[in-house]
């Protein structure tokens, strides 16, 4: 990742070359992300959270979620087109 990241730097904003290396650049940061995702974080949890833990997290951010989350559209938001396209 540092290595394409260090080439795009070098490459001029007009060069074609730029446009390869941008779409390798992503697709190895999606790739990371999976990464953490799908391994990382539920290795790190099996490690360090005792198993009968694991409900109370479940429910705990289940119910931190259903605070956070708006519960009515935002008082600007377009009802009707072309505002409601986007």
Avoid: K
């Amino acid at each position: 990742m540092r290595r394409i990241n260090t080439e795009l730097e070098m490459l001029p904003l007009d060069q074609r070359r730029r446009a390869p290396r941008l779409s390798q650049l992503l697709e190895v940061l999606r790739q990371d992300v999976r990464d953490e995702e799908d391994v990382l974080f539920p290795l790190l949890l099996q490690e360090n959270l005792h198993p009968r833990r694991l409900p109370w997290l479940a429910a705990s951010v289940s119910s931190l979620a259903r605070w956070i989350s708006p519960t009515r559209l935002h008082p600007r938001v377009a009802r009707r087109p072309p505002g409601n396209a986007l």
